[in-house]
């Protein structure tokens, strides 16, 4: 059974940093694709980040280039992303994904997993 879990999101000021933790347990995150997602009320769900195994190949989303960064541990079998300069349209509820159906590794139709997810809120 795969579990993922979240980890990490607060509130921040703009400007500000939180990193974020995706723990896996029945998936392998040295092997398989992984993603974030996110997703602010009234609003639908969008990718913002992945990593394609082997490759280490990364995707963004065009708004959050140069600021987040995703990477994964494969040691602690975990994922990250990173968030600087946080802006108030960051906030949203992050969830972490695992799996690719169609390899459009940003498409919320993708993942075969998610987590719980986790709140992230940046005040001006």
């Known amino acids: 059974q795969v579990q993922l879990a979240e980890s990490g999101g607060g509130s921040v000021q703009a400007g500000g940093s939180l990193r974020l933790s995706c723990a896996a347990s029945g998936y392998s995150a040295n092997n398989g694709d992984m993603a974030w997602f996110r997703q602010a009320p009234g609003k639908e769900r969008e990718g913002v980040a992945a990593?394609?195994?082997?490759?280490?190949?990364?995707y963004y989303a065009d708004s959050v280039k140069g600021r987040f960064t995703i990477s994964r541990d494969i040691a602690k079998n975990t994922l990250y992303l990173q968030m600087d300069n946080l802006k108030p349209e960051d906030t949203a509820m992050y969830y972490c994904?695992?799996?690719?159906?169609?390899?459009?590794?940003?498409?919320?139709?993708?993942?075969?997993?998610w987590g719980q997810g986790t709140q992230v809120t940046v005040s001006t």
């Open positions: 990593i394609v195994p082997g490759s280490d190949y990364t």
């Open positions: 994904a695992a799996g690719t159906r169609y390899g459009r590794r940003l498409s919320p139709l993708d993942p075969f997993y």
